[in-house]
């Protein structure tokens, strides 16, 4: 055990060292421990398995499939046979699913949390946290891309079309008009005309 023990550390030793020696590395893991749940160890895993280059995955479904954490389509006959995720991403899947079980329990920035509770409802537990990690590596994939923060309030925008993200803010607009005309705000009241 005390030689297992001393491999270990000596593994760490050299891993510190490599990532010390080139900026760009340790810079993407301190970029990626902003993210709720994803620690040192974490990051440095996800790093390892994808890179910072995501030049070579087009869109994060893509990362995301590469990764094993999209459902497969096994359909014959018009019948459906399983959905089950795919079993790729043997080392990026599991510590994906850690960081996806650390981020619901935090307390400090509560997005996953409420979007894991909501999906359990629907889904149960083990979808909703494969559910949440696939949405932690499409925020590293936005992330990598474009070298902004960890921010929870456009995720959902990340990959969508741009014909749906039109049809989104012509319905917001059409609703927001719909108000105004119930309190009477819209169209604005005409001035009397002086004669």
């Not at 509560?110 to 149960?124: A, D, H, Q």
């Not at 590596?137 to 993200?165: C, R």
Request: proline share 5%; aromatic share 6%; net charge positive.
């Amino acid at each position: 055990m005390d030689y297992i023990t001393a491999e270990i550390n000596d593994i760490d030793r050299e891993l510190e060292s490599l990532l010390s020696s080139d900026t760009d590395f340790e810079n993407a893991i301190q970029f990626l421990m902003t993210i709720p749940g994803v620690k040192r160890d974490s990051a440095i895993t996800i790093i390892s398995e994808i890179g910072i280059d995501m030049s070579q995955f087009s869109t994060s479904k893509r990362l995301c499939c590469w990764a094993g954490l999209v459902p497969g389509s096994n359909e014959s006959g018009g019948k459906k046979k399983s959905v089950r995720i795919t079993r790729a991403g043997v080392y990026l899947k599991p510590a994906l699913v850690q960081c996806a079980h650390a981020a619901v329990k935090s307390e400090k920035s509560p997005y996953y949390k409420k979007k894991y509770e909501s999906l359990t409802k629907r889904r149960g537990k083990k979808r909703a946290i494969v559910a949440i990690a696939r949405m932690i590596l499409t925020a590293i994939h936005q992330m990598l891309s474009t070298g902004e923060e960890w921010n929870p309030s456009d995720l959902y925008k990340v990959d969508m079309p741009e014909a749906l993200i039109e049809k989104q803010k012509a319905k917001a607009i059409k609703q927001a008009l719909k108000l105004l005309e119930r309190e009477g705000l819209y169209p604005p009241p005409k001035e009397p005309q002086a004669s």
